[in-house]
């Protein structure tokens, strides 16, 4: 097999998984249905990934890497603090707007059971928390008080992150598609504006 096949096979077993685990929750989908889905043997599955357990770390580190990348730079601008806020806040709009599936992933599923994924997501969390140290500390959370660490911008990704489970819900049913569909630019404009 040419590393192009290779490359495209592993994609097709992200991709599959990532639409299954969106659409249906890491607990309930096995690895036949992800290797049915992405029209794969379960060894490739194996050979890419090790386990179910590995794909899913895979799409944390993907969806956390790009988040990282998308607010670290609105996090150090040097703005007044209100227009800092609105541009961060539709910074993360956008990031979940351009990255449904990823996001519900990555920032939903917490498998318990599964130290070394427990493990990775908390490394990532740590190391968003710190790169945000002063965008926090303009809203005037104090990064070593564990309850305002809680409280801040946490509580405005989890806001984020329900909108679009419940919109990514609707996606799925015909009789809501008039609702989604107007969640256009203008919608997420006025979104943001009003979460800011």
């Known amino acids: 097999m040419t590393t192009e096949h290779q ?17 249906k929750g890491y607990a309930a989908v096995g690895v036949r249905e992800i290797a049915r889905q992405a029209g794969v043997n ?7 990934f090790g386990e179910k357990a590995g794909i899913l770390k895979a799409i944390i580190n993907e969806c956390y ?15 007044p603090l209100e227009d800092h806020v609105r541009k961060m806040v539709r910074t993360v709009v956008t990031f979940f707007r351009e990255n449904t599936e ?26 968003i928390r710190e790169s945000m140290v ?17 409280i801040g911008p946490t ?27 107007a969640m256009d630019e203008t919608f997420y404009d006025q979104y943001a504006a009003n979460l800011s």
């Open 155 to 181: 509580i405005l990704v989890a806001i984020i992150l329900n909108h679009f489970q419940g919109k990514y819900a609707a996606e799925q049913h015909p009789q809501y598609k008039e609702y989604t569909a």
């Open 134 to 150: 002063n965008f926090r500390r303009k809203l005037g959370i104090d990064p070593r008080d564990p309850l305002q660490e809680s």
């Open 7 to 23: 490359t495209a096979a592993k994609q097709r077993i992200f991709d599959a998984a990532l639409g299954l685990f969106a659409h």
């Open 65 to 79: 890497d790009r988040y990282l990348k998308a607010i670290k730079p609105v996090g150090d601008e040097d703005l």
């Open 42 to 48: 379960i060894s490739m599955i194996n050979y890419y």
């Open 102 to 127: 990823l996001a519900i992933v990555a920032f939903d599923v917490i498998p318990l059971d599964i130290p070394e994924v427990m493990e990775l997501k908390h490394r990532w969390v740590n190391g």
